[in-house]
């Protein structure tokens, strides 16, 4: 059982909203969401090589919010692992530079 049920139905919500803006995309383009969703509800419309999963450490989420964001965000990364979806620990000291560094190698752009 999901402890954070609500938060994902929350997600699954706003899926409907950007659904169609994702169909449109050039498929030869990478597609990052930072929104806390299930890729498995993602992967019906991209595949996982075209995605990379961002988490945030557990000790920066416990600094800036509360525990059940660290469970929240332990189950997103665990489903992107178990799918194959590339995972990237996003630290504090990592600059947005860096991130976007990530994505273009791992992308190859």
Known sequence: MISSQWLFQVVEEMMDFFIIDLLKLPDDL???IDLGIMPE???PFIP???MICFYT???EIEKHSNKS???FSNEIKNAC???GIKTIE???NMSVE???RLVREHFKM
Do not use: H, V, W, Y
């Open 30 to 32: 990478p597609i990052l």
């Open 41 to 43: 509800f993602i992967l």
């Open 48 to 50: 996982e090589e075209r």
């Open 57 to 59: 450490s557990d000790a």
């Open 69 to 71: 964001m660290i469970k």
């Open 81 to 83: 692992t178990k799918l």
């Open 90 to 92: 996003r630290t504090p």
């Open 98 to 100: 860096e991130q976007f």
